[in-house]
């Protein structure tokens, strides 16, 4: 009973690293506003189960460090700061090559599908 326990923990921390290592490196979205269409680069970093990256907003050259960012299995969620208001996020790791992205400022909230930006070799 004991060998079953350890390895199903065993089996379960090993999916939790893979989706978290799935979530590593750089992805691009694109989000409709009244302003116009807003291009953004994602770039996230995975240390255990801390996740910590920036968002990058190509139009106007600003980016957005991470705070409180965590990832678990194949959640994750992280905040950022646009000068003083708070952007509270949580997502999903859909494939190895989608995720979604849930934001939430103030009353006012949404869902962007990032994709990944294939790394050069």
Known sequence: MKKILVSTLLVLLCTSLAFASKIEG???ASM???QGVMNLTYVFKVDGDSLSGSMFWSDYGDEFKFTD???NGKEFTFN???DVTLV???GEVLS???IDIHWKVDSN???IK???IPSRN
């Open 114 to 116: 990032a994709k990944r």
């Open 69 to 71: 960012g965590k990832i």
């Open 80 to 82: 950022f700061y646009m």
């Open 26 to 28: 750089k992805w691009k």
């Open 109 to 111: 909230e949404g869902v």
């Open 88 to 90: 509270e996020c949580t």
């Open 32 to 34: 409709e506003t009244e």
């Open 96 to 98: 190895d090559d989608e």
